[in-house]
Nanobody, 125 residues
Framework: QVLLVESGGGSVQTGGSLRLSCVASGVSYSRKCMGWFRQAPGKEREGVASISGGRTYYADSMKDRFIISQGISRNKVVYLQINNLKPEDTATYYC???????????????????WGQGTQVTVSS
């Protein structure tokens, strides 16, 4: 079983940046597709980006200000850099792992099997 712990959220002003981190522990991290998702109050969870083996996949609306990357360390970290933050980015951001390759699951939340507890991002105007 994979344990995912997110961090790095916070309250920022419009135009600011944040880097979210997800530390993964468990089996076969390197063979899992890791993804970032977000959920705003009253809205459905939506995919942001996913990564496996250095290959990245982005939801169409997330390609300009979001950057997903992997750390090269024993801690097995996945990052999400968010630039030029806007109030509409306010949401809880989740890290998740899928058993299928990223090329198959993309950024579809229903395809992911394990989830972290989320980290809150709040952007003020």
């Amino acid at each position: 079983q994979v344990l995912l712990v997110e961090s790095g959220g916070g309250s920022v002003q419009t135009g600011g940046s944040l880097r979210l981190s997800c530390v993964a522990s468990g089996v076969s991290y390197s063979r899992k597709c890791m993804g970032w998702f977000r959920q705003a109050p009253g809205k459905e969870r939506e995919g942001v980006a996913s990564i496996s083996g250095g290959r990245t996949y982005y939801a169409d609306s997330m390609k300009d200000r979001f950057i997903i990357s992997q750390g090269i360390s024993r801690n097995k970290v996945v990052y999400l850099q968010i630039n030029n933050l806007k109030p509409e980015d306010t949401a809880t951001y989740y890290c998740a792992a899928a058993r299928s390759p990223c090329v198959v699951v993309g950024t579809r939340p229903d395809e992911y099997n394990e989830w972290g507890q989320g980290t809150q991002v709040t952007v003020s105007s």
